[in-house]
Structures are given as structure tokens and as C-alpha cells.
């Protein structure tokens, strides 16, 4: 048991202590390397108030030290990529269904817009797809707010309809995951409605009523709680007023999900991306949140939930009786965890989820979304190393982009003459670091933010809150722009089919508008063109699948420190392939040199001499000697 007596080396040297701290470096933009200095190691909790100057108080080290001892565990060793599995060699494609294809002309996507278009996916390469949220929902976070888990939303089509893709899925060989959405529930669900009616029914204990509310906070903007008059009582929601918690400490509850999820299994879904997973654990008695860490992290309360006390039992017990018996693939949605925590949750014996989303690469370190700045490639090689070299049984989820995220390509630079570069690296590095690649619609075709002007544009719902609640602390004309800058919906707008009006995408007014960019970025166009974005991901995703040492083998990464430089070999007894990368936009000195080495692909149509060229990415196979 760790007390105020420990220092911060003990707490480093505990894994979810290193998380958090690291977590919280992160997040004022502080080296990582500060954590090793031996006088910071050495530096009594106790002492932490009084040398931060009230920075960090008392309540902050006895919130960590809870939470510390709450986790006794340590992850295992073991670097290897495990057993072989499908889901390490697939290369997943997310579809926001909303936004994908509109089969029936209502300006909204739909599971036939999916059905017709399975060629192009096949086309592309892709193993398995993630569906965003397609359940019946009234829809106050796009089908993040379930009303009914056993009903497919009208505007999306029927239970046909998705009998039909995964039967069409599975006779090409392709795969199907569901978005299993079950930290909360919409305001209409009928367990939320019988629980606000009658606190004594079953279902009355389904959700957090409270007497009085705490001092958590929404992801979206404003307290975490709202007034049920019908109860007399507040109830809580982590994201918008309309998304319930669900309280998983009831028993029947988790037996009711896990019902629910066997069924879907039965429909002959093969697993499941799970939304916020790690949120379903809260604190008992639900304690109010650290000021402080709520300064550093921004959101007040996350300590009671991101890790909560159950977390592992209730994933254990979810996969025993859900996943398990139907070998049902998982990857958990978990913002906060860390490296060594990711242990705890995905290494194979424990056997709770197969992977993680991990989200601490998609900014620079001291930015938060909605930041206006250029993110450093460099940053992604160094946050990537660690994972790579120290797996710890950890498969690791590869990607830039989702449905709540900008373009990645506009983060890190904008300028049209790189666009196409930049986005082939990214693909490069993508479909070649160790682990499971996840495409995000669109990003196969090298799109872009939207020129996003007015308010007006928007429609999420997380965009449309913040704005009421920051315009408030930062004026008006900031709120916007940060919005502006930030918000999920550079991601939603629909897919690029052709240059038509509306994109292809319906017949129909859109139900959220996009800008001009699609006109030359668009599936056909670029299916013409053999030097296109999207033909050098159709490239990159058959070397992949035809180069199994992209998949298991080792990785060896050089040069860690030179700055600019991603230089990685991947090695098997078969084969050796190498990536050699510039990460930056100036022209860098090349350190190998191309004798003895083929070039599989790049983003160049020559090859480099003595330099590397802005963006530019080259995948060579070594040529053995015996072949030369
Ligand atoms: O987008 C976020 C703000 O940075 C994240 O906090 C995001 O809300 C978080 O990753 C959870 O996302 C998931 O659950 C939300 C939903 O709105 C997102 O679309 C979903 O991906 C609530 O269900």
C-alpha cells in the first residue's frame, strides 16, 4: 500500500501511477523525461503541496494514492505478437453511417448506402469494418444516445437491411463490428423511462440518482447532472443531458447488457468497438472531484471513473458471457488510459478486451483539440516507440482519424502542395508500424478539414454546447474559433463519391453541408488516377496482407533520437522489410543508403539520393544476398 510517505519514484514504479503522471505531463506539454530526474524521483508526496506551491494539494495525493491502491497488479512481461489472430491482420475501416451513402434519398446515410458500396471497400483492400452507432436513437449525439439496443433507427433501414450486410460481409470474406455503446443510454430508453417514473421498479437503480449532485462535469459542456422532477432527484450524464449513466453495480443491469450483446452475436456480428468503456466503474458514493487535477486535465471528477474499482471485473465478466462463447473480437474506447494500464486491460491472459484505443498521440503535448497550431510528426515517433518496444502483450490499434476528431492532414500541415504527400506517409507508417490499422472514411482519399466558418455549419451536439458554456469564460469571437477549429464535425461530413452536387452521397440536401474540396477529392477522380491517395492505399493494404512480416514480425526501430527521421526495420526469418520516413516539410540527410534494397512503394516516383525529400516515405524489402 503506497501512503503520503512515498515519493514520486514509487509512484512512477507503479503502472497506473506512471500513467497518471505521465497523463498529467502530457497535458501542460512537460518532457516525460522530468519524471526520471532522480531529485523529482525522490520527492516525498507530503511534500508535493507545499513544493508546488499549492499546485497539487493534499486532496490530489490522496485521490492518486486511492487510486493507486486500488489497482494491485503488475503487468506481465512478453514483447512477442501473441497467436496469431484475424483481427491482428485485418486493416479496419470505420464508417459513420450517417454520413457514408444514401441509398434513399433523405440526405442521410443508410445501411443500403453501405450494401452498395461494398465494392469499393472490397476494392480498397479492407478486412473489417466498424459501424458507428446504428441503433434506434433520437439521435442527441448521432446514435450515441440508445433508445433501443435490439432496433435498428428507421432513417438507417431495418433489421433486414443489416441481415443482409453482414451476409454480405461474410460471403466476401469481410468482417462486421457493432459500436456497443453501453456507459450510457438515451433519456428515452425504456429503462431510463421506468426508472424516472418509479424509483422503486427494477429498474429504478439502472442510472445515478442522487439527492444532491457532486461537482463532476460534462464531456459537453456544464455540470454532470440534471434535475428529474419526476424523482425529486438530479441524475448523472458524463456527455450530453440526453446520454444517462448507466450504473453498473446492478447486477441485472450487466446481465440485461450481456444479453443483449449475445444477441448480436447471434445475428452474426464478429465483435465490437465499445464506447468509453473504461467510464463504466464509477467510485462509490461518487466523490466530488480534485480541483486541481481538474485544472490539469480540464474535466473534474474523470479520477472517480476512468479507472473505477470494477473496471476489470465487469470486462472479465463480459467477455466470459458475452464475447468468449462466440470468439467475438473487442477493441475498447478508453480516453485516459495509459501504456502500462493498457497492459492491465488487453494483455491475453487477463483476458478482458483485445485492444485499445488510446488517444494520446492525436495532439501535441500541452494542445488540446480546438488548438490552432501545427502538430509535430516528431511527437507521434516518440509517443509510438514505447509502445512498439514494450508491448507487453499490448496489440496495438493504429490510426489518426474517427468521427470525433479533425483531419489529420490539416493538423499537421495544411498546405495543398503537401497534401498528397503527407497523406501517403501517414498511410505508410499506418499500414507498417506493429499493430491493427483503422482507417477512418475519407481518410483513404487524403480529406480535409472543412473551411468551417459560422456556428451555423455545425450540428454536433458536444460543438454546439461547448459553444453556450465557453462563450461564456472566453468571449464569444474565441469560443467560436476554437470550435471552429476543433470540432468533430471537420470528420462527418459526407463521403466524397463523385463531383457532383451533393458528392454523390444522396439525391437529397445533405443533412450537414460541406465545402468545395470534394469537386477534385473524390473516389472516382482519384480511382483514375494511378498516383492518387487513395490507389497508393489500395497498394499499401495488398503488400500488407502480402508481406505477413508487416503483420508479426519484430520491430526495429533506428535512429530514435535523430529528429525528422522515422527510420524502422520489420524483420521475420523470411524477410526484412525497412521504412524510412521524413517527418518534417524540409528536405533531411538520408542515413542509409538504397544498395541492396527494392523499393516496394513511396509517396516519390523517383528515388532519393543523398536526401529524403519533404514527407517523403519509402518502403524497401532487403534483398538477401543469395538473390543479388
Ligand atoms: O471527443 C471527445 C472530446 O475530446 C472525447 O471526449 C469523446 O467524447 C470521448 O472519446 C468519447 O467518445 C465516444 O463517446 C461519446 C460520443 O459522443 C463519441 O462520438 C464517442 O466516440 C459519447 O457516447
Redesign the pocket.
Known sequence: MLNQNHTVGDVMDHPLGQDILLKLLLQIGISRRFLGHPLIRRIRLSHLPRLTGGKVDEGFVATVLELLNSEPDVPGIGSGPGRAAWWKEAVFYQIYPKSFMDSNGDGVGDLGGILAKLDYLQNLGVDALWLTPIYDSPEA?NG?DIRDYQAILSTYGTMADFDALIQELHRRGMRLIMDL?VN?TSDEHRWFQEAMGDPASPKGDYYFFRDDPNNWVS?FGGSAWKRIPQRDQWVLHL?SER?MDLNWDNPALREEIFRMVRSWLDRGVDGFRL??INYISKRPGLPPGNECLAHISGFRGFEHYFYGPNLHRYLRELRRQALDPYEAFSVG?T?GIGRQTAKLLTAPPRRELDMIFNFDHLENPGKV?GDDYRYDLNYYKEYIIPWMEDPGGVWMSLFYEN??NPRMISKVNPEPQVRKVLAKLLALLQMTLRGTPFVFQGQELGRVNQNFTSMDQLRDV?SLNLDQTWRKTMGEETARRKILTGT?DHARVPMAWNSDRQAGFSEAEPWIAQDQDYRTWNAPAESADPDSVLNFYRRLIRLRRSHPVLVYGEIRIRFKKTRNLFLYHRVSPEETLIVECNLSSRRIRRRITSRSRHRLISNYPDLPQGWLRPYEAILWKQETKGKQ
Open positions: 449525439d450515441y455503446v450510457h464531456f456527455f446520454q464506447d468509453v474506447e480516453p483539440r468521427h470525433d458536444e468533430r
